[in-house]
């Protein structure tokens, strides 16, 4: 079964983690999320790093060592990007971010794309979790982008930890990269088409849920 609603790999990982808590979240969105210290601080990193590659603005006092790492990105030769949306249609071809045919999307943080090879990296604050999942689509996303790209080296920048996990991709691993999600997308696509969406009950839903006992009766609990 295909998947036909527009995703994200955080859609994804959203709907893996707990599915009631996705349908309420972010398909019916009867539940908002609350924004966490961590969420806001990350917002405002993001922000403040975007401006700095820019040329908008100095990075704030705090943040004055994040600097080195876009001075080093982009020192790469190629074309710069930040914050740059990518959208794709089912067929893997690049459309517009609220397009009516969009069928993933992803934000690339900052980079550089140049004859044959990219550099495409994400910014993250919160603790050092490695996902080589994630990496995979932001290769798979600037190839579409980018058809004279050959190779992609995607990262992440764990700015607290002070940490760079890198992967290379090349091209000729592109159908590698979708069939590895498609199990995964066609989890997601049954729950949209049976609109059933189950609980899926761990230590997040005592402190960490924002759908209440009222929704779920898992919430709290565990």
Same mark, same amino acid.
């Given at each position: 079964m295909a998947l036909k609603k527009a995703w994200s790999y955080s859609a994804l990982t959203s709907y893996e983690?707990? +599915? =009631? =808590?996705?349908? &309420?979240?972010? @398909?019916? %969105?009867? @539940?908002v999320e609350a924004q966490t210290t961590a969420t806001l601080w990350g917002n405002k990193v993001h922000k403040a790093l975007e401006d700095f590659a820019n040329g908008k603005k100095p990075l704030p006092e705090d943040m004055q060592e994040y600097g080195k790492y876009v001075r080093k990105i982009q020192s790469y030769e190629g074309k710069r990007i930040v914050e740059e949306r990518v959208a794709l249609d089912s067929k893997l071809r690049p459309t517009t971010w609220m397009a009516k045919d969009v069928w993933v999307r992803g934000i690339i943080d900052i980079g550089v794309v140049g004859s044959e090879r990219a550099y495409v990296l994400d910014w993250k604050t919160g603790k050092h979790r490695p996902d080589s999942d994630q990496l995979k689509l932001f290769a798979a996303l600037t190839f579409a982008l980018y058809p004279w790209i050959e190779s992609v080296v995607t990262g992440f920048i764990w700015l607290k930890a002070g940490k760079f996990d %890198?992967?290379?991709?090349?091209r000729a691993q592109l159908p590698e990269i979708w069939n590895d999600f $498609? +199990?995964? &997308?066609? =989890? &997601?696509?049954? $729950?949209?088409?049976k609109d059933k969406? &189950? +609980?899926n009950p761990s230590g997040l839903c005592k402190n960490w849920c924002p759908v209440g006992i009222k929704l779920c009766e898992f919430c709290g609990k565990q």
């Open positions: 983690t707990c +599915p =009631r =808590r996705f349908q &309420l979240t972010r @398909v019916t %969105k009867q @539940v %890198k992967e290379v991709f090349t $498609s +199990p995964r &997308l066609e =989890r &997601l696509a049954v $729950s949209h088409e969406w &189950l +609980p």
